[in-house]
């Protein structure tokens, strides 16, 4: 078996156009992977191997690549920085053991950077930080690290520093090791010198060369006394104490560099053997107990000789079939092998095994522990299901996915696309949970619903492209959701007679608000047996199967409770149906008069301009009734965030363009669910109502 120590499974993730995939391709070129260097500007990467991503020149599926540097194996997962598929990044953080953190040496710490930092940080991820770019108009590594001090909020230990800036950027200097690495003009990465630090830095080096190894010291006790007394520790005591402190996520280890020019990814490469962890040295995944989702307090312990566990976290369709991306947590999975799938509580066997080099493919017999592989052909497997031994069930925590915002409706131009539109969101939705498909019973429409209006352009270009599907496409819809302001005390009686056994059921019930995005919750007081106990859950999925629809406008109702207080039954003629339709029949009397309200997701924003333009933007966002929370100020321009409802922010991008010339940037996710105001409200259900009435 393969020694685990020497694996190293990792992801780079950073801001859109912070340089992630050419960052992948670089680590591809000097490892010996592949032999001519791709380029997101002409659409040649190796990983972004989509339509799509070479005309945007953006990474929208984490594709994983495997290779080797100093006799180590390293699984690269390149993630996309796009906050519409941020899905691709919070799955990617959940299946590796660390990661390294992009930034642009101009840009600094972007928006994106700080959502998927917040990922990993709750992924609790160990990562490096790269500071790429730095061969950029207005690149400043000095700045963008007193950034990831302030804006993150994390500590880095600053390894290496750069030679000349912009235009003269030419090498780094190790900290460390006090040496100068300068790169020639030719572009390649192996055509480098070892030098003596340049003299008008040999200054700088010795100040965060102190910084280094005081940071790295305070990871062992004796080291850090002897230090005191003016002992300087051995290279490899400080290196063990760097990789202990990034372990435990004291610190990250910061580099800098161009990737697009190559300078500066040896010492990356070098960086991920040394300080990143191993799968052995990563906390074990807790095994949870599938009924309830709690933790059992059983891990899965990265070891070939326990029961196999493993988890699939994400499925792709490509030309040679559907491919399953499987983590291997502990054990050993072979070719043949026959395996059960815990969610579905099925057996499937492994047929084709490859390890993926992004769009090509080595087949494999077995893999082991800590591997990352791909098996073909996998038929009811989806995200986040749990693969073990069939003697030995388990299920790992599984992954949790933002619910989408916003929706539109399709159609296909001509009447046989209908089947094969079918055929293709099916593979589309096992391929992206964030994404999700429903129909309209009574219209018939299809409606997608996803994270953001990109995530849907790209999803009906993909539609379009890879799968010849040509679909008329609706107006962007807001997912509005329904609620109550009032607590009610109310009784309803379902009563009927006709020949025969009737239904009697009477219930007394309070209904009111619940707390902040909890749902429907239910609970019964009824003492004396008024309403037995064995019709209580006949009540509540009354109750239930109700929220769903709500009185205003039939959007799906939250945070409403209800509880039952009192009741009556008939001993020949009360059944669990008679109560059940009892509840539904309150639900409609009741909601009304407990003040039902209309609720709209409010889009947390972060908005990027340049100053002369922050005037405007405030403005303009004031007028889409957004509430503005912050403004940062940086080397380039200022950042600004608030909080705006969804139903105003469509086609923003091209109104912040223009205000900007171009210049500014946005992003923003799902932040809660807000009342309405009145106007809005009523503009909102008289359009629902008529689209009703059409129906």
Known sequence: MADLSKYRNIGIFAHVDAGKTTTTERILKLTGKIHKIGDTHDGSTTTDFMDQEAERGITIQSAAVSCFWNDHRLNVIDTPGHVDFTVEVYRSLKVLDGGIGVFCGSGGVEPQSETNWRYANESEVARLIFVNKLDRMGADFYNVVDQVKSVLGATPLVMTLPIGREDDFVGVVDVLTRQAYVWDESGQPENYEIKEIPADMVDDVEAYREELIETAVEQDDDLMEAYMEGEEPSIEDIKRCIRKGTRDIAFFPTYCGSAYKNKGMQLILDAVVDYLPAPTEVDPQPLTDPETGEPTGEVALVDEKEPLRALAFKIMDDRFGALTFIRIYSGVMKKGDTILNSATGKTERI????????????????????????????????????????????TLEPMIFPTPVISIAVAPKDKGGSEKMGIAIGKMVAEDPSFQVETDEDSGETILKGMGELHLDIKVDILKRTYGVDLVVGQPQVAYRETITQEIEDSYTHKKQSGGSGQFGKIDYRIKPGEPNSGFTFSSVVVGGNVPKEFWPAIEKGFAGMMDNGVLAGFPVLDVEVELFDGGFHAVDSSAVAFEIAAKGAFRQSMPKAGAQLLEPIMHVDVFTPEDHVGDVIGDLNRRRGMIKDQMAGATGVRIKGD????????????????????GQFSMEFSHYAPCPANVAEEVIAEQKEKNAKK
């Open 644 to 663: 705006v409802p969804l139903s105003e922010m469509f086609g923003y991008i091209g109104t912040l363009r223009t205000m900007t010339s171009g210049r």
């Open 351 to 394: 047929g084709r095994m490859v390890e993926m080099q992004a769009d090509d493919r080595n087949e494999l017999t077995s893999a082991q522990a800590g591997d990352i592989i791909a098996v073909v052909g996998m038929k009811n497997v989806q995200t986040g299901h749990t693969l073990c031994d069939v003697k030995h069930e388990c």
